[in-house]
């Protein structure tokens, strides 16, 4: 969840956000491929700025006074996630225009405290669901269009548009059903696939103009330099398989914590895509107990995490995963599952 925020000098704020946003009304094809950056002056100045962290409608309007008039949110999601400097400390968090809760006019904003070392004590948090009677309209455009006005200004925000459909490039095998397509908060984006046989999900890498190197560690494994997520390359199918995400990513909370969390809900919402039989089939604790957006029906704060993937400390540990899955798999369709296999406590 999330939460608002109080304008407050807004010219020293401009440099102080590190956020996906950038100041202006900028066509969207401006805001692609210009090169941002953050000077140490900027960061220093807003580290002695001041807003009250502690007040999350505060926080809320902060952040809203400082966004553009028109934005993207491109994690299918629809989390448009920020980051600024303030009080000594960085704070990240997101703005959601869910699409369970956007057209009954609410919202939701939260965010924490960024810290050095994972657990650290005393963590800044705050998060809170938005509607009319906060003072914050939400309305309807189009599908994909929603803007949101608070205090007298209007902000945009623009939901992607992600083709629903698997490239010919990309071979499934007979036992395999493409269920949906993904944009992760990193900037990749997946294919999420259904094996019917072992009633298992997994994904795969939408490799085709995607922003990051990807290193070979042998053996199949394929490194991406910039988001640490780990591939195994599946060279007869065409594919990238993904195997493993950082387990320090995982315990910052940040961009490249996986894409356990990502649906196409804006195409689940038009009825396009269907997500949850295939997640009652994986999941049999969430059988009777979610919506179609796989959010649980007694916390609708929680949704299904689809983690097949490893949390590695180490790469050798996923060279170790892809000998293991050799050694143990009766079939391909078999030796894919094991190498996604989701390890991660499941909910009761």
């Known amino acids: 969840m999330k939460s608002k925020i109080e304008a407050l000098c807004v010219a020293l ?13 900028t066509t969207e094809a401006q805001r692609r491929g210009k090169p941002r950056f953050l000077t140490n002056e900027g960061f220093i ?8 962290l502690k007040s999350p409608q505060d926080v809320f309007r902060f952040v809203f006074a400082n966004l553009p008039d028109e934005v993207t949110i491109y994690p299918t999601e629809n ?4 980051e600024f400097s303030a009080d000594g400390k960085t704070i990240k968090g997101n703005v959601e225009i869910s699409a369970d809760r956007r057209d009954r006019g609410e919202i939701i904003f939260a965010y924490d405290e960024v810290n050095a070392f994972a ?39 623009n939901l992607n548009q992600l083709d629903q459909k698997l490239p010919h490039r990309i071979h ?16 990749l984006k997946f294919f999420l696939v259904f094996n019917q046989k072992h009633q298992h999900l997994f994904w795969l890498l939408d490799d085709e103009a995607m922003p990051e190197t990807l290193t070979s560690n042998g053996n199949g494994l394929l490194i991406g330099n910039r988001s640490a997520f780990a591939f195994y390359d599946d060279k007869p199918n065409q594919r990238k398989i993904l195997i493993g995400v950082s387990q320090d990513e995982l315990q910052r909370n940040s961009w490249y914590d996986g894409p356990f969390d990502q649906l196409p809900d804006n195409y689940i919402a038009n009825g396009q895509v269907e997500v949850k039989k295939y997640m009652q ?68």
């Not at 796989?294 to 590695?312: K, L, N």
């Open 13 to 25: 704020v401009l440099t102080s956000l590190i956020a996906i946003a950038v100041a202006g009304s």
């Open 45 to 52: 100045n807003a580290l002695e700025s001041s807003v009250d």
């Open 79 to 82: 989390h448009y996630y920020f």
């Open 119 to 157: 657990g650290a004590p005393n963590g800044l948090s705050g998060a809170v669901v938005l509607s009319n009677q906060d003072g914050i309209e939400v309305r309807r455009t189009n599908p994909f269009r929603y803007e949101l006005t608070c205090r007298g200004k209007t902000v945009a925000f």
């Open 172 to 187: 499934l095998t007979d036992d395999e059903i493409f269920v949906g397509h993904v944009f992760d908060e990193s900037g």
């Open 281 to 348: 089939a994986a999941y049999p604790y969430a059988r009777g107990k979610i919506n179609e957006f796989g959010i649980f029906a007694d916390d609708p704060e929680s949704r299904v995490a689809i983690t097949s993937y490893r949390f590695y400390e180490r790469t050798t540990e996923l060279g170790d995963l892809i000998a293991a899955a050799r050694r143990r798999a009766q079939t391909p369709s078999g030796f894919y599952c094991l190498l996604t296999d989701d390890h991660q406590p499941r909910r009761q």
